[in-house]
């Protein structure tokens, strides 16, 4: 561990947290697993679905103000192989995303860095394909990193704050593991739930309503 | 850690070894990423290649004696998809045996248990199909379980035995992560080298020529 004034005062704040009782350390935090998707803006779900048109939300995500829509594209990279079905979170964005898996990124032939949402500076280029036209982003594919949502009330309980990383064990599957660098993401927007894509979910045989608990 | 009379005598003669410098305990372990693959009986290569068939070595692989065929075949299951281009890998075993990833299972809807390799009672069902013959096997898929394959010096330097168990950092990929309950296999036949299948290596971003360090 690099020990630096910014990781000693993380660290004092978690154990302070954890003396205080405020919250045990071992709470569990649910899992979401992130199958690859789509965040489009306006003008490229335009282009993809025609002008003017609006997504059709059919399921609420976890995260409050966040849904999954009936409307889907494929994508497709340089391997000209196809991926399709890929599904379009709400709401609107101010840049297009594509979040894939690295599996997926072989069937593509992209290279997406593993980023945090909405951090695409250099990221890869990929195409989307919809019903009334084709979108190449030059950037925006990306690989999501592991990260937690939470509310301030469960930072201040954890002992972490935005922009945090922390450590997990991912020990409620079949492969024991840890994962390291999980980065700590806190609005009041947010419900605790950790994201995980799903080559981590299926490395160590997560589902839905799997746990990780924060290494001490 | 469940302390008993095995783990104590595993954990003083791994700190013997390191105290006698036979190797580094850092020592990185080279990494060989197992894709879905198949081994045959005799009996099933007759079934779905043609009575006398004998495999085409295509590719040695890092373990001595074991080999990558010319011959490949399809495999399905109670989701009826299919995977397509399955190797063979040689030599013939007494018993058949399909490992696949958590993500394949989930494409054929088979739910196999993580095992080592070779271990496959009460294993999922599974069907291959072949050019001149299909087989199903009552039980014989498998997700592999990781395993650190080391020739009996290589043991001997790391202070494990065969059948142990360690934990292992994934440090060189993009995603640093910690496999758990690694299991150690020992023979004369066997090359330095862990094998993790592809869900594990995509989820921390390994290429084959990765490498992993025993946690002390």
Chains 1, 2 share one sequence.
Not at 82 to 102: F, M, W
Not at 108 to 123: H, M, N, T, Y
């Amino acid at each position: 561990m690099d020990l630096n004034a910014q990781s000693v005062e993380a660290i004092v704040r978690r154990i302070v947290a954890q003396m205080e009782g405020a919250v045990p350390a071992d709470k569990p935090i649910p899992v979401g697993i992130s199958n690859r998707h789509i965040h489009l803006t306006r003008a490229d779900l335009d282009t993809l679905f025609g002008t003017g048109y609006e997504l059709t939300p059919i399921k609420d995500l976890s995260q409050p103000g966040q849904y999954a829509c009936k409307e889907q594209c494929t994508i497709i990279g340089p391997s000209m192989r196809a991926i399709e079905g890929v599904r379009i979170l709400g709401p609107l964005r101010k840049q297009s995303q594509v979040e894939i898996s690295a599996t997926d990124s072989f069937t593509l032939k992209v290279k997406p860095p593993v980023r945090e949402s909405g951090s695409l500076a250099g990221s890869a280029p990929i195409t989307i394909v919809g019903p009334k036209g084709v979108v190449t982003l030059k950037e925006g594919c990306i690989i999501a990193n592991r990260h937690i949502h939470m509310a301030p009330e469960d930072a201040a309980a954890f002992g972490v704050k935005d922009g945090d990383t922390i450590d997990v064990d991912a020990f409620s599957g079949t492969k024991r593991t840890r994962w390291f660098d999980v980065q700590i993401r806190v609005s009041d927007q947010f419900r605790l739930e950790m994201h995980v894509d799903t080559d981590d979910a299926n490395a160590v045989g997560f589902k839905n309503g799997s746990t990780v608990t924060v290494v001490k």
